[in-house]
């Protein structure tokens, strides 16, 4: 597994994950080919993080059976409407069909935010 991560996560994971797992149980995270975009059920009193898992093997997802190589964890900090903005931006590569195969010819987390700007022109 490789992931690529921004730190903000430091001493937050019990409250982060709790709320990841809430969204899980009102439906699945998957979204679509190989990717999931997990998020918590409602903004956090955090800074906005963006983490990105890539597996060497995909995994099952959900009880449908979809499975995913891409996680792309997403948590979007309280009473900050501007970072609303993000899930927009990240609909917009996810729905690049090659994205993913590009991601993994070059794993790293400046690579993603290159996409990210490239597609975003």
């Given at each position: ?14 409250e ?67 970072v ?28 993603f ?9």
């Amino acid at each position: 597994m490789i992931t690529l991560s921004s730190p903000a996560v430091a001493g937050k994971t019990t409250e982060i994950n709790k709320a990841i797992r809430l969204r899980e149980e009102l439906g699945s995270s998957y979204f679509g080919g190989t990717v999931a975009l997990p998020h918590p059920v409602s903004p956090l009193p955090i800074a906005t993080f963006v983490s990105v898992i890539l597996l060497k093997h995909p995994i099952e997802w959900d009880t449908d059976g979809n499975k995913v190589d891409l996680v792309i964890l997403v948590a979007i900090e309280k009473n900050n409407a501007k970072v609303f903005q993000l899930w927009n931006y990240l609909g917009k590569i996810i729905q690049d069909a090659t994205f993913v195969e590009r991601l993994k010819r070059h794993p790293t987390f400046d690579y993603f935010i290159q996409e990210l700007s490239q597609i975003l022109d």
